[in-house]
């Protein structure tokens, strides 16, 4: 079973923080997607992350891809309350269809 | 660009109802995938069609779920009869070759199962 693991599972924090959070797998991704999605909608794509060791920006947003291709990382600086909603990482095992993590949820508190 | 979309929105049926709900891919997308997201859980695939052939259906329940894109177009998710357990976001996506694995999602059909 190919599996996609975030952690943690919930996070709440105070405006103006700092969070990482994880998603990890024992397969090989050749990609990895980041996604948001907001109460009520559906998720958005944030980034694509494709070569080992890749480091991404998005504004406040910092995205990593770990140097074997089975993990990676979303971190935020000086979090926003328009920052919460579900983080999902999704990716393509090799020779395999596209799988979600179970996602991490994220509330910013004013 | 008009993104996926989706009707009806929301919808509460009573269990052993019947639920149909409907996806217009983005232009000239050729894959469509219909995920089903219980809340607190990340979507899992149902089924997933190239053109108006299945490429993956193997996480669709058959014995009461069905899906068609008869025209490679838009496409229609049956669920007959509902369970509770049925309860859940019915996101549908799109995808064109050459995206890599990136999907393109419309806001979802929130259907609720009493």
């Known amino acids: 079973t190919q599996l996609l693991e975030q952690s943690p599972q919930f996070l709440s924090i105070q405006e103006g923080e700092n969070l990482t959070v994880y998603c990890n797998s024992s397969?090989?991704?050749?990609?990895l997607q980041w996604y948001r999605q907001e109460p009520g909608e559906g998720p958005v794509l944030l980034v694509t992350?494709?070569?080992?060791?890749e480091v991404k920006k998005l504004k406040r947003l910092t995205f990593q891809f770990g140097d074997a291709r089975k993990d990676s990382s979303l971190h935020i600086t000086a979090a926003q309350p328009g920052d919460t909603g579900l983080y999902l990482c999704?990716?393509?095992?090799?020779?395999?269809?596209?799988?979600f993590g179970a996602g991490t949820r994220l509330f910013v508190k004013a | 660009e008009a993104g996926v979309a989706q009707s009806p929105r929301y919808k509460i049926i009573e269990k052993r109802q019947s639920v149909a709900f409907w996806c217009n891919p983005i232009?000239?997308?050729?894959?469509l995938y219909w995920y089903q997201q219980i809340l607190g859980q990340g979507p899992k695939l149902l089924i997933q069609?190239?053109?108006?052939?299945?490429?993956?259906d193997s996480q669709l329940p058959k014995d009461r779920f069905s899906a068609e894109r008869l025209k490679g177009v838009d496409s229609t998710l049956k669920i007959q009869p509902a369970k509770l357990e049925d309860s859940a976001v019915y996101l549908c996506?799109?995808?064109?070759?050459?995206?890599?694995?990136?999907?393109?999602f419309g806001e979802g059909s929130w259907l609720t199962v009493v």
């Open positions: 996506a799109s995808s064109f070759e050459g995206s890599g694995n990136t999907i393109y």
């Open positions: 397969s090989v991704f050749s990609s």
């Open positions: 992350v494709v070569t080992g060791g």
């Open positions: 999704a990716g393509a095992p090799r020779g395999f269809k596209t799988i």
């Open positions: 232009s000239g997308h050729a894959t």
């Open positions: 069609f190239q053109n108006n052939g299945v490429v993956d």
